[in-house]
Nanobody, 126 residues
Framework: QVQLVESGGGLVQAGASLRLSCTVS?????????MGWFRQAPGKEREFVAG???????NFAASVKGRFTISRDNAKNTVYLQMNMVKPEDTAVYYC???????????????????WGQGTQVTVSS
């Protein structure tokens, strides 16, 4: 019943900013889910990008530290990924995911996330 819907992807030029949104519905309590953003480029495995815990602690992949931020608005059941100074290597399908374990621990492993969105394409031109 838990559903995640991403939005905000698109085609942008290198150096631009983009904000992705993920709205969650159907869950018992959104605020009890750790949330993560993952991405997958053609020919590559899905990788962790950023996560935010139930207590709003955050973690980022080394490749995006200093450029991306993650936040959540529990009143709107929404998690955001603010992407600044994007690079061509950021091009990928970005997925929002929810960890249904109701714990504060932030996991970078896709297998720890029970619920996934359909993904939104981000393409960064040179």
């Amino acid at each position: 019943q838990v559903q995640l819907v991403e939005s905000g992807g698109g085609l942008v030029q290198a150096g631009a900013s983009l904000r992705l949104s993920c709205t969650v519905s159907g869950g018992t309590t959104f605020s009890a889910y750790g949330m993560g953003w993952f991405r997958q480029a053609p020919g590559k495995e899905r990788e962790f990008v950023a996560g935010i815990s139930v207590i709003h602690s955050t973690n980022f992949a080394a490749s995006v530290k200093g450029r991306f931020t993650i936040s959540r608005d529990n009143a709107k059941n929404t998690v955001y990924l603010q992407m600044n100074m994007v690079k061509p290597e950021d091009t990928a399908v970005y997925y929002c995911a929810a960890d249904g374990r109701r714990i504060a621990f932030l996991s970078p492993r896709p297998s720890d996330y029970a619920y996934w969105g359909q993904g939104t394409q981000v393409t960064v031109s040179s």
